[in-house]
């Protein structure tokens, strides 16, 4: 019986040590930075600032606009948004058409969404984004679901070789209907490298580091995808 009762205290002793471990390893965790307290986004935003508008959106911009439904107790004058993206990144096929979704719903026809293109990806992110561009001369629905479908493939096309990738898109476009040579040809204008470059230039111009990143009217700056409800109090408080 003694023997039975000395290993239950092993054991327990055991348990309560462990316990401690995790715990105290958690907490250390917690001080040492290692986790974003919840709420705690301030790393991420630079607001008050006077930012040069020239470089925030230009005339060759794609834009966006909702539809009018707009929810938001904000005022009725037009809101600017900007999005720094990169066709590449995984965190702009998921948060930022997630945050650009949510703020059309929100705002509806009050807001516009510029779209610049910032490939800190590299090459195949100014392929892919000239691709893109060129699908303007359908209109501004085709764009918009060349642009989607895009980033929803992503996964698909970003890990494949320069061959295989070009195929596969080339599949994706006419799989939407849409003349694949007609729109290939327009996207070998130099103009669009051109803009691309040009994006680049006034992002880095801008201070913006990382995509997805947004730019409200010329006086916020925010890095990353943050929660749609952190970027709005930037929105309706300005």
């Keep these: 019986m003694e023997n039975i009762k000395t290993e239950t205290k092993v054991i327990i002793g055991i348990l309560a040590l462990t316990a401690l471990i995790i715990f105290g390893g958690i907490t250390l965790f917690k001080t040492q930075g290692g986790a974003t307290e919840p709420g705690d986004y301030s790393k991420y935003i630079s607001t008050g600032l006077d930012l040069d508008k020239s470089k925030i959106s230009r005339p060759e911009n ?11 107790t904000a005022t009725s004058t037009k809101i600017n948004i900007t999005e720094f993206m990169d066709y590449e990144c995984p965190a702009c096929a998921t948060n930022g058409e997630d945050i650009n979704d949510k703020l059309l719903s929100i705002y509806g026809d009050n807001i516009i969404i510029t779209r610049k293109i910032f490939p ?4 195949t ?3 892919v984004g000239r691709i ?6 359908f209109g501004p629905e085709i764009y918009e679901k060349v642009h989607k479908k895009i980033l929803e493939t992503q996964s698909g096309w970003a890990i494949l070789g320069k061959k295989d990738r070009e195929d596969f898109i080339k599949k994706t476009i006419m799989d939407l209907g849409i003349d694949y040579d007609k ?14 470059a040009q994006d680049k230039q006034d992002a880095l111009d801008l201070g913006i580091t990382a995509t997805p990143s947004f730019v409200i009217e010329n006086h916020t700056k925010i890095t990353g995808g943050l929660p749609v409800e952190e970027i709005v109090k930037y929105i309706d408080n300005k």
Excluded: C, R, W
């Design 132 to 137: 893109v561009l060129a699908s303007q001369i």
């Design 125 to 127: 992110s100014i392929d």
């Design 183 to 196: 729109l290939y040809t327009e996207s070998t204008n130099e103009k669009y490298p051109a803009q691309i």
């Design 120 to 123: 800190v990806h590299g090459q």
């Design 62 to 72: 794609p834009k966006i606009t909702g539809v009018s439904v707009a929810t938001s």
